[in-house]
């Protein structure tokens, strides 16, 4: 028989059931809270709503929940507030990978690679957390940014002592990694040695080798992506971009409008930096029209699609155009570059704009912050030395402190300008300053020769060549190409053993005799022959490789078509002034691309209006 309950009994169940129940609540209700607080952490986008939830944390006690506190981080690492994320950081009991990662990650974020390896040492150095493959990207990342290759090579180790010499995201990291640091071999390695590729690590080789003057390469691996993945993968806008300034550095103007053609099936014509290489492709392939068209359908232009266009009309001689589109550019509150300047300068120099480049340069520090370096110092001395003010141009050379690079750049353009303008004297130092740093030797033998060949004195350009052959040194041969078809013609001065060598001496000589009928006179007053006869000057004079060039363009290319011939030394004036000639001559457009600029003949008349 059943004995009934006592009071308290019942009273003591009574409070139990409900205290159990507002326990369950009170989980319900925090489980939803804490579910919520994420997902409004994850909406924060401002610094003020995120110390807002940072603070309703603290109150609900979820302040040291893991998964809690690295969304909070994650939240000022978008927000660029790096340093409160450091600050939650230090106050975690035990941060996960999680935490260490999303720290790391927002110290390149924000600029800080440094203090990102630093982080990453401190990770490494405690060893109770171990990275994952997104820490390792991320790190690998921070030496990309600082061009570290020996601290890169040491995460590189790290990866294949972890086993993760497979992992897609790494892999892709390192191609990037050692693209960036200039060893492409070793990014090479890297992406051969990987199983399965994707997109991103495809773009990433691609990448590395157009970023590091291998444009030839670079379009292989386009092409090899497109036939062994077009199925699977579709390039991205990154990937376009590297394929079409790998088609810029070569000149290659087919591949170039094939590449546009895929950027606008695609849809990426609105991206700025997409439609911005393809201006810079195509005033690099000698077709600024091109350039400019593509220019005015870019809706909103930013900084860097005005100093591409500025830039590709400077390299034709339109310095009134690069004005004028750096005034517009101002006029829409698009503040310049260094890099902008250095385009503008250039343009004032290839179109005697002196006193403009002149206020250009004093209007940097004053009107936009910019403080000039030898960059911009190189083009104002180009500027002053085309003018034929060389006593100016060599102050201020000697005035400016530079490396070995730059001052490469600065004293060979100085050097250029004192034999153009018959200044021995000025010549002389500038060779000495290329020669003691070990830049640009053989040029500077071959110029400091050259200038006193044209002054007279054969002496000392005799004992210049001959110090040269004793030193082993050595000019680079000049060399011309042309593009026909999507193939590449090589030509070399001189070398009739090229394709059709018979007829394009016959078709060279036929244009001198109609040259000459027009008052053509071979040899100018910079071509200087040593130890050479009289009557040999003409011929060697017309077998230069631009000429050999031209003339297998003339055999080839259709009338109504555009000729581009590409140069890898400066033209010479006797072959300006043939060039000019033969435009009228045969009725053709011929554009030459060498090493300093862009000559367009049509009409027995240059773009460059002689001054070049």
Same mark, same amino acid.
């Given at each position: 028989m059943?004995m009934?309950?006592?009071?308290?009994?019942?009273?003591?169940l009574?409070?139990?059931s409900i205290?159990?129940?507002?326990l369950?609540?009170?989980?319900?209700y925090n489980?939803?809270?804490?579910?919520?607080?994420?997902h409004?952490?994850?909406?924060?986008?401002?610094l003020?709503?995120?110390?807002?939830?940072?603070?309703?944390?603290?109150?609900?006690?979820?302040?040291?929940?893991t998964?809690?506190?690295?969304?909070l981080?994650?939240c000022?690492?978008?927000?660029?507030?790096?340093?409160?994320?450091r600050k939650?950081?230090?106050?975690?009991?035990?941060p996960?990978? !999680?935490?260490?990662?999303?720290?790391?990650?927002?110290?390149?974020?924000?600029?800080c690679?440094?203090?990102?390896?630093?982080? &990453?040492g401190?990770?490494?150095?405690?060893g109770?957390v171990? $990275?994952n493959?997104?820490?390792?990207?991320?790190?690998?990342?921070?030496?990309?940014?600082?061009?570290?290759l020996?601290?890169?090579?040491?995460?590189h180790?790290?990866?294949?002592?972890?086993? &993760?010499?497979?992992?897609?995201?790494?892999c892709?990291?390192?191609?990037?990694?050692y693209g960036k640091?200039n060893?492409?071999?070793?990014?090479?390695?890297?992406? %051969?040695?990987?199983?399965?590729k994707?997109v !991103?690590?495809?773009?990433?080789m =691609?990448?590395?080798?157009?970023q590091? #003057?291998?444009? /030839?390469?670079?379009?292989?691996?386009?092409?090899e992506?497109?036939?062994?993945t077009?199925?699977?993968?579709?390039?991205?806008?990154f990937?376009?971009?590297?394929?079409?300034s790998?088609?810029a550095?070569?000149?290659?103007l087919?591949?170039?409008?094939?590449?546009?053609g895929?950027?606008?099936?695609?849809?990426?014509?609105s991206?700025?930096v997409?439609?911005?290489?393809?201006?810079?492709?195509?005033?690099?392939?000698? &077709?600024?029209? /091109?350039?400019?068209?593509?220019?005015?359908?870019?809706?909103?232009?930013?900084m860097?699609a005005?100093?591409?266009?500025i830039?590709?009309?400077?390299?034709?001689?339109?310095?009134?155009?690069s004005?004028?589109l750096?005034?517009e550019?101002? @006029?829409?509150n698009?503040?310049?570059?260094?890099v902008?300047?250095? #385009?503008?300068?250039?343009?004032?120099?290839?179109?005697?704009?002196?006193?403009?480049?002149?206020g250009?340069?004093?209007?940097?520090?004053?009107?936009?912050?910019?403080v000039?370096?030898?960059?911009h110092?190189?083009? !104002?001395?180009?500027?002053?030395?085309?003018?034929?003010?060389?006593?100016?141009?060599?102050?201020?050379a000697k005035?400016?402190?530079?490396?070995?690079? %730059?001052?490469?750049?600065?004293w060979?353009?100085?050097?250029?300008?004192?034999?153009?303008?018959?200044?021995?004297?000025i010549?002389?130092?500038?060779s000495?300053?290329?020669?003691?740093?070990?830049?640009?030797?053989?040029?500077?033998?071959?110029?400091?020769?050259?200038?006193?060949?044209?002054?007279?004195?054969w002496e +000392?350009a005799?004992?210049l060549? @001959?110090?040269m052959?004793?030193?082993?040194?050595?000019?680079? $041969?000049?060399?011309?190409?042309v593009?026909?078809?999507?193939?590449?013609?090589?030509?070399y001065?001189?070398?009739?053993?090229?394709?059709?060598?018979?007829?394009?001496?016959?078709?060279?000589?036929?244009?001198?005799?109609?040259?000459?009928?027009?008052?053509?006179?071979?040899?100018?007053?910079?071509? *200087?022959? *040593? %130890? *050479?006869?009289?009557?040999?000057?003409?011929?060697?004079?017309?077998?230069?490789s631009?000429?050999?060039?031209?003339?297998?363009?003339?055999?080839? =290319?259709p009338?109504?078509?555009?000729?581009?011939?590409?140069?890898?030394?400066?033209?010479?004036r %006797?072959? +300006?002034?043939?060039f000019?000639m033969?435009s009228?001559?045969?009725?053709?457009?011929?554009? *030459?691309?060498?090493?300093?600029?862009?000559? +367009?003949?049509?009409?027995?008349?240059?773009?460059?209006?002689?001054?070049?």
């Amino acid at each position: 028989m059943k004995m009934p309950l006592k009071q308290n009994v019942i009273y003591t169940l009574s409070r139990t059931s409900i205290c159990i129940s507002r326990l369950n609540n009170l989980h319900y209700y925090n489980y939803h809270t804490k579910a919520e607080l994420n997902h409004q952490l994850k909406n924060c986008n401002n610094l003020l709503s995120s110390t807002s939830e940072h603070a309703n944390i603290v109150k609900l006690g979820f302040i040291n929940d893991t998964f809690t506190a690295n969304n909070l981080i994650n939240c000022y690492v978008r927000c660029r507030e790096i340093e409160h994320g450091r600050k939650l950081f230090d106050e975690m009991a035990e941060p996960n990978v !999680v935490s260490w990662t999303s720290l790391i990650a927002g110290y390149v974020n924000a600029g800080c690679p440094k203090k990102a390896l630093f982080l &990453f040492g401190k990770l490494v150095e405690g060893g109770n957390v171990m $990275p994952n493959e997104f820490t390792l990207a991320t790190v690998i990342n921070s030496c990309s940014v600082l061009a570290h290759l020996e601290v890169g090579k040491k995460i590189h180790a790290r990866v294949e002592i972890m086993g &993760f010499q497979g992992n897609l995201v790494v892999c892709s990291s390192l191609i990037d990694m050692y693209g960036k640091c200039n060893d492409v071999e070793m990014a090479r390695r890297v992406f %051969d040695s990987m199983e399965g590729k994707n997109v !991103v690590s495809w773009t990433s080789m =691609v990448t590395a080798y157009a970023q590091n #003057g291998k444009g /030839y390469e670079a379009l292989e691996i386009f092409r090899e992506f497109n036939g062994k993945t077009k199925m699977v993968n579709l390039p991205n806008q990154f990937m376009l971009t590297s394929v079409v300034s790998a088609c810029a550095s070569l000149g290659k103007l087919i591949a170039g409008k094939v590449t546009h053609g895929a950027v606008i099936r695609r849809g990426y014509f609105s991206i700025n930096v997409v439609a911005t290489s393809l201006v810079d492709m195509y005033a690099k392939c000698g &077709f600024l029209n /091109y350039s400019l068209r593509v220019f005015s359908k870019i809706s909103n232009p930013c900084m860097i699609a005005y100093t591409s266009m500025i830039a590709g009309a400077a390299k034709f001689g339109h310095g009134k155009l690069s004005l004028e589109l750096f005034e517009e550019m101002i @006029s829409r509150n698009i503040k310049p570059s260094s890099v902008t300047f250095v #385009g503008v300068l250039h343009a004032c120099s290839h179109s005697g704009l002196v006193e403009k480049g002149l206020g250009l340069l004093d209007s940097m520090t004053r009107k936009y912050g910019i403080v000039p370096d030898s960059k911009h110092y190189t083009c !104002v001395v180009d500027m002053l030395g085309r003018v034929g003010r060389l006593d100016e141009a060599y102050r201020l050379a000697k005035s400016i402190s530079v490396g070995p690079d %730059d001052g490469a750049l600065l004293w060979g353009t100085l050097l250029s300008a004192s034999r153009l303008q018959g200044r021995v004297d000025i010549a002389t130092e500038a060779s000495k300053w290329l020669i003691a740093a070990n830049q640009q030797v053989a040029a500077a033998y071959v110029t400091l020769s050259n200038a006193h060949a044209l002054a007279g004195n054969w002496e +000392h350009a005799h004992g210049l060549r @001959s110090q040269m052959k004793h030193n082993g040194i050595y000019k680079k $041969p000049g060399c011309s190409w042309v593009e026909i078809k999507d193939s590449t013609y090589l030509f070399y001065a001189g070398d009739l053993s090229c394709d059709r060598g018979s007829e394009l001496l016959k078709l060279l000589r036929e244009l001198e005799k109609k040259m000459k009928m027009k008052g053509y006179v071979g040899g100018s007053k910079d071509l *200087v022959f *040593v %130890d *050479v006869e009289e009557e040999a000057k003409d011929e060697m004079v017309s077998l230069h490789s631009e000429r050999l060039a031209l003339a297998f363009a003339l055999l080839m =290319v259709p009338k109504g078509v555009s000729i581009r011939v590409m140069k890898n030394l400066r033209m010479c004036r %006797d072959c +300006h002034e043939a060039f000019k000639m033969i435009s009228e001559i045969t009725e053709r457009d011929i554009i *030459v691309r060498d090493v300093n600029r862009f000559h +367009h003949f049509t009409n027995g008349c240059c773009t460059c209006k002689d001054f070049w």
